[in-house]
Each structure stands twice: as C-alpha cells, then as structure tokens.
C-alpha cells in the first residue's frame, strides 16, 4: 500500500468517525437552520469545522451543514426536495423564486406552518449557493498552494493557471446570474425575505467578488512569474544546444571591440560621476577659479512680496457665472418680498418669466442653498414649500420638481 493511499484510508476514516459521533446534531441540523451547538465541546467542533463537515457562513450566524454533507444525506434519504440533481446557479435560483411565491401564498393563507417551512427551505437553498462559491474559491486557493508548487514542468503549471483562470470565469458567470433588481421586486416588502435574498445575499456576494479578484490577482502574478522563468529556461536551453554543437566556442571580449554587434550595443554610454574633493585644501583655488566661470542667471530674481497667485481664464469664467447666478436669485428673493405675504411665488415660473438661461437645477439649487445660508432669524420672515415626490416605492429618494417661496405671514 502507497504512502498516498494509506494517508487517504487514515483521513476518510477519520472523517466517518466524525459523522457517526455527531450524527443525531448532524440529522437535527439537517431539519433545520443551524447545528445545535449543546453538549457539542469546542475540540469536536473544530474538528467538525476543519473536516468540511460544518462551515459558519459569517461571524454573527450559526453553524450549519455544509452544502456536500446536506446532499449526501438528502441521497441517503432518498429526499427529493432537497436533492439537488443540478447544482448550477440558473437552477438554485429557479428554485428560489418557486419558494418564494409558496411562501408568499401561505402568507396569505394564513398558513403559519408552511409558511416557516417554506422560509426555512429558503434559508438552506441561499446556504447551499453561498457554500458552493466557497467551497469552489477554497479549491482556487488549495489548488494554488499545491499543483502549481508540485508541478514540475512549468507548461504543466501554465495549464493549471489556464484551468484556474476558466473556473474563475465561471464562477463569475454564475454571480451575475444574480440580479438583486429582479430579487428587491419579487420578495417585496416582506421583512424576512429582503434581510435573506437582499441584505445577507449582496453582502456575501460581495465577499465572493472581493475572494474572486485577489485569487485572480494571484494567478496573474504566477502566470507572469512562469512566463518569466519559462523565457529564462529557454535562452538556457538554446544556449546548452548551441554549445553541444559547437564545443569549441569560446566567447570574444566585446569590449575590445570596435564593431560591437547589435545584440549587445542596447545599454546607453556611463556617465562618469563626479564630485569636488571640499577636505583637500590644495585644491582650494581650482574650485574658486571653477565657481568665478560659472555662468550667472539670466532671469531676473522675483521677491516673495510682489508675486501673486496665477489665475486661469477658465476660473474667472466660473467665479463670474457663479456671481451672477447668485445675483438673480437674489432678486427672485426681492421679487417675493414685493408680492402679498399669501402669494408664493414658483422659483421655475420666475425663471420662466424673467427669460433666465439657468437650467433648472442648477436654479432650484441655488434657491434652496440661498435660503438654507440665512441666518435663523432671517429664514422665520419666508416660506419655504418644496414640490417633491418619491422616487420610486422601494425607495425613500425625494425628487424636488419645483421650489414655491412666500413671505411669512
């Protein structure tokens, strides 16, 4: 029997052992969310946690079974409902609507019972996704620490790079499968659905994506470390050829030369670097004759006092276009303060009226900004109405169509 082989009966029995112990927590994590975690001590569930048995989705959620483990037993169940005979994105996320109209329905219903079952159900299927990502990103990052390191050849470790690389495109592939807009309008305004398939899903994917690009970083680096090594390998081989055929070759001095081919006339000529030698006092009076024939400058010298900072023409432009902006909307302000207290005044009807060139954001900005830069006591004398409507019903965004401004009565 091979070392290999004995390591492998060692661990798999190992690993049975573990699913017989814990196998009454095991099938009670199996009907529901989380492993029960009572009489369970902290060396069985480490064990549990490095043997792939259990995983924790995040520090602030429980242990569960991991998604191989729950479909083993689903297969040794015979469980049809929760066998998954594909395991693609595409099909979970099928899955995920079917249980969530189910849900909706026995909300409806009133049917409690099935309900909590079917939100269950959800939780699993939304586990089961996020634990096959994970599961595929760790097998990236075993598969760097071990067949690149123990591939000899390095045409064998580019093709493990071009594997990985694939398996990086599709596990992308399957995350834009995704698409929370779709997800924000099937689950509504249920509370528990949108913290599961909204907030827990995005923010999970999101750790996926940012797993993904530092894996994808990682084997950029390697490929271009092989390429390296494999450019190196071949000038040594080529080199090793070339002197098995021609033994005898002996390489010239290139720097005698006065025709230096092609190939090595590529570096640009040294610079001599030099420096005066201040500790040798002989010297002295050549460095003073040296200073006396430098040339002196022909610019003239400029005062600190007297310069002043530069100014492009494209600022001036906007500090005028500003001034002015702000210069209209105070005389909007004065045209209201000529108007009977009872009768606003629209901001874009002024504008229309006045034949202003301001586009109307721009002006509807300012207004407001105007009025919020008055002292408290100057803002009592106005009143300040905002024509706004919600953005859409799943969001509190406000848009401000027009600004009414009336003094206060």
Do not use: C
């Amino acid at each position: 029997m091979s070392e290999l082989e004995s390591r492998l009966l060692k661990t798999g029995a190992e690993r049975l052992a573990l699913l017989g112990k814990h196998a009454e927590r095991l099938m009670q994590g199996y009907t529901r969310d989380d492993v029960p975690l009572d009489g369970l001590n902290d060396s069985a569930l480490r064990k549990l946690l490095a043997a792939r048995v259990l995983w924790r989705p995040d520090e602030q959620s429980g242990v569960k079974l991991s998604p191989k483990v729950r479909e083993l037993i689903a297969e040794m169940l015979a469980d049809e409902t929760r066998r998954h005979v594909n395991a693609d994105v595409a099909e979970t996320l099928e899955l995920v609507r079917s249980l969530v109209h189910s849900y909706r329905e026995a909300r409806s219903r009133g049917e409690h019972w099935r309900q909590e079952q079917q939100l269950l159900r959800l939780r699993q299927e939304v586990d089961d996704l996020n634990g096959r990502f994970a599961d595929a990103i760790d097998s990236l990052w075993q598969r760097l620490n071990s067949d690149f390191g123990f591939v000899s050849q390095l045409s064998d470790k580019i093709r493990e790079n071009d594997r990985a690389q694939k398996q990086i495109v599709r596990l992308l592939d399957g995350l834009a499968l995704i698409d929370f807009d779709e997800l924000i309008v099937l689950v509504g305004s249920d509370g528990s659905l949108r913290k599961l398939l909204i907030s827990q899903l995005q923010q999970r994917l999101s750790h996926h994506y940012t797993s993904l690009r530092e894996v994808q970083r990682r084997l950029i680096e390697l490929m271009a470390r092989f390429r390296k090594q494999q450019a190196r390998s071949r000038l040594i081989s080529g080199m090793v050829a070339f002197m098995r055929e021609h033994p005898g070759f002996v390489p010239s001095n290139y720097a005698k030369r006065s025709d230096v081919p092609a190939l090595f006339n590529h570096a640009a000529p040294l610079n001599a670097a030099a420096a005066p030698a201040l500790d040798r006092a002989l010297e002295s009076r050549v460095l003073a004759e040296l200073l006396h024939e430098l040339p002196t400058p022909r610019h003239a010298t400029q005062t600190v006092e007297s310069a002043v900072p530069a100014f492009t023409p494209e600022d001036n432009l906007a500090a005028a276009r500003q001034q002015a902006l702000k210069q209209d909307v105070e005389r909007f302000y004065l045209a209201v303060l000529d108007q009977p207290p009872a009768e606003p005044i629209s901001a874009l009807a002024y504008l229309y009226d006045s034949q202003l060139d301001w586009p109307d954001e721009i002006w509807l900005f300012q207004v407001i900004s105007e009025y919020q830069g008055l002292p408290s006591s100057e803002q009592q004398a106005f009143r300040l109405h905002q024509d706004e409507s919600l953005a859409s019903p799943f969001n509190d965004l406000r848009l401000i169509h027009d600004v009414a401004l009336a003094v206060a009565v």
